[in-house]
């Protein structure tokens, strides 16, 4: 068990919760928590740099006001689909998810998963991004690997590297972006929260609720980027 002096400490942070599950974990490889971070020097605030960050990239509508699936349309000599992956990629994520659904095609230096429920909305595609990775061990080679969701749409044209990297300096495990004053994406959800939230995910709503509920951190990245997306189509 952990000690009161370690307990102490670890309350200090959000993280209290996770670190009690990897206990659990330990236990049952034969391992001691305290003495794991111990001998690894773990940092018990488990700071932005103490994060993996794995992109998600929400692409699988049909694009009802634009016209057509947004996912392959080209802007600027460049699938709005690719940029999203290639601002994740740049912008620091160690790899980088796409869930498709009205249109499915390969998408290069992704994983593709198709939601086959996307006429339900936003939600079912969350939700397939999160049940991916939530399937995904956290235990590695005796490591302990705390994870967040860097989640965005497909149609934000003003994203950049410098916007993902900002956000994804900051602490905590509930994060969104905001422009000018209003929220918007990227959003960047920690693996804590992934099991409850696929729960409650539906319709078109996506994490909105939950994360109001859970106290987000609000990020504005208005110096790096602009939120705009493409409702409509190009002129």
Request: with cysteine.
């Amino acid at each position: 068990m952990i000690s009161r002096k370690t307990s102490k400490s670890l309350l200090k942070n959000r993280q209290f919760l996770r670190l009690s599950c990897c206990e659990k974990r330990l236990q049952r490889c034969g391992m001691n928590l305290e003495n794991f971070l111990t001998e690894h020097d773990t940092n018990l605030n488990l700071s932005s740099h103490a994060w993996q960050h794995h992109g998600v990239v929400l692409a699988a509508g049909s694009g009802r006001r634009f016209g057509e699936p947004k996912a392959p349309v080209v802007v600027e000599g460049e699938r709005l689909v690719d940029r999203a992956v290639r601002v994740l990629l740049q912008g620091g994520c160690s790899r980088v998810l796409v869930v498709l659904g009205a249109w499915v095609g390969p998408v290069a230096g992704a994983e593709v998963i198709v939601n086959t429920e996307w006429q339900t909305g936003m939600g079912s595609s969350l939700r397939c991004g999160l049940r991916h990775l939530s399937s995904e061990s956290q235990l590695e080679l005796g490591k302990i690997h705390p994870r967040r969701a860097v989640i965005t749409l497909v149609d934000l044209p003003g994203l950049t590297p410098a916007a993902i990297h900002h956000i994804c300096d900051a602490p905590g495990d509930l994060l969104a972006a905001t422009y000018c004053g209003i929220q918007g994406h990227p959003v960047l959800i920690g693996d804590y929260h992934w099991n409850a939230l696929i729960k409650e995910l539906d319709g078109d709503s996506g994490a909105r609720y939950y994360l109001a509920r859970h106290g987000v951190n609000l990020i504005s990245l208005d110096q790096f980027a602009k939120g705009y997306d493409l409702d409509y189509p190009l002129k």
